[in-house]
């Protein structure tokens, strides 16, 4: 016995000294949390996981790997509680594009853009189920890939057919519950429901009936499903949380937001993901953005997007169009309400719709939505605590990510300028790690 009791303390001494760390040297870090930064620390990973960020001597044994990371700065991966995956490609998205391939290059893309986790927000094909179950459990290259699987829409309306050929159009509340009960077998991290008249092309009939909507919410509930809802209409967010809804997929962008739905808000724990970027980027290209020429953005587009974009029929198209004047004001009022949400307490993550239509560029939109986020008058360190904290709480993953605190996983971007000096910097990615390994060296040409 005594033997055997040796025997296992040798054995437990040997794994710990083979199992060699990494340390990244003096850096500074700004850990999701909201903190202000910590300067001069080291960060020591093992195992895939932070075990400490310290300004203190550190325990050097000579199979550890040390990185000088003088002048650079670290931050949490950003997690999109917002996207598209798989329907994207070129310049169409359609349910034809969706194939393991497109659906493995995009989640590779993400990642090389800091993205740690992707919420796909119910456009899936079947495929996706296998492919986001693998992904989940680490098998697939990329970001982590979450899914609404395959969301609820209305009969001739919402949402389009091109983006999802699968969507569940339910006419009665009895034929909602059996979708949901169907939908509940693939274990979606959410469910997903369009309650939006699409600019006013649809007439105020052809918006989800709030009797089924309710019904998909009470259902969902019953198998421990949360429910996101992409809205527009203030009046709809006040009676989707009246019935139970979990998350804002988008901004209330018609009205500001007033007391008594916070409060209602507050009291129901609802989510809110402004997907800013979203409007912008709907007229961005009727002049010539900022960013239009930059690599960092150029390498997140589809091949044919740029010649779109630039071209004299494209801006003629966005500068005729009636919705580009209401794109303009939603944006405002959008912005507006971002931050007043995030002043009174709600859980604002960070979510783009990137991947739902050529112009929300994958990888890119996340970091314009951090742009737009300070532009709606928030600090870049609260943004940043959005774009990855907030995140990981709202994906109800944040006891093992989110933050860079010791125990969470090593999942991480190195930049080479500070983010708190200008947000923009989080553009400046020198290496994308997950669990501790650096599996990307940021956004390349292709
Ligand atoms: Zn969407």
Redesign the pocket.
């Known amino acids: 016995m005594r033997h055997l009791f040796t025997s296992l303390l040798f054995l437990t001494a040997l794994t710990t000294q083979a199992q060699h760390k990494t340390i990244l040297t003096n850096t500074t870090v700004i850990d999701g949390t909201g903190r202000a930064p910590q300067s001069h620390v080291a960060v020591v990973i093992s195992d895939g996981k932070i075990i400490a960020v310290t300004r203190g001597k550190l325990a050097v044994s000579p199979d550890d790997v040390q990185i000088d990371c003088t002048g650079k700065f670290i931050m949490p991966e950003i997690i999109d509680c ?3 995956v798989g329907n994207l490609k070129g310049t169409s998205t359609s349910p034809e594009n969706y194939t393991s391939e497109n659906v493995r290059r995009q989640l590779a893309k993400f990642q090389d853009y800091g993205i740690a986790a992707v919420l796909s ?3 899936e094909q079947p495929l996706g189920i296998a492919l986001r179950d693998s992904s989940k459990a680490g098998q697939v290259p990329g970001t982590t890939f979450y899914s609404a699987i395959y969301g609820f829409g209305v009969k001739n309306a919402m ?1 389009p057919a091109g ?1 999802g050929a699968r969507i569940y159009r339910p006419e009665t509340p009895a034929e909602a519950i059996k979708n949901v009960k169907e939908l509940a077998t693939f274990r979606p991290d959410v469910v ?1 429901m369009w309650v939006d008249d699409f600019y006013g092309q649809f007439k105020k009939d052809q918006i989800m009936k709030p009797e089924i909507y309710a019904a998909i919410i009470k259902e969902a509930h019953k198998h421990n499903i949360r429910v996101a809802a ?1 809205l527009y209409h203030l009046s709809d967010a006040r009676r989707l949380v009246a019935n139970g809804i979990n998350m804002m ?2 901004s209330i962008r018609d009205a500001e937001v007033d007391s008594s739905l916070i409060t209602e808000m507050k009291k129901k724990k609802v989510g809110y993901i402004p ?1 800013l970027s ?1 409007d912008e980027f709907a007229y961005a290209y009727e002049d010539s953005p900022s960013w239009l020429n930059d690599p960092f953005f150029r390498n997140s587009i589809e091949p044919g997007v740029y010649e779109m974009i630039t071209s004299a029929a494209y801006k003629e198209k966005v500068s005729k169009n009636p919705v580009t004047a209401q794109e303009k004001t939603a944006l405002k009022i959008a912005l507006k309400n971002a931050a007043r949400l995030y002043r009174a307490g709600i859980l604002v993550a960070l979510g783009t ?1 990137a991947g ?1 239509n050529p112009l929300r560029a994958q990888g890119f939109a996340e970091h314009l939505e951090m742009e737009l986020l300070v532009q709606a008058g928030l600090t870049p360190l609260q943004v940043i605590s959005i774009a990855t904290a907030n995140g990981a709480r709202l994906l109800q993953i944040d006891s093992t990510q989110g933050t860079l605190q010791t125990g969470k996983k090593a999942n991480f971007i190195i930049l080479d300028k500070n983010p708190l000096d200008d947000i923009r910097n989080t553009r400046t990615i020198s290496s994308v790690w997950n669990n501790g390994v650096k599996v990307s060296d940021g956004p390349v040409a292709h």
């Open positions: 917002h996207s598209h927000m119910g456009t949402p983006i997903k992409h997929a988008h997907t979203l719709d739902a």
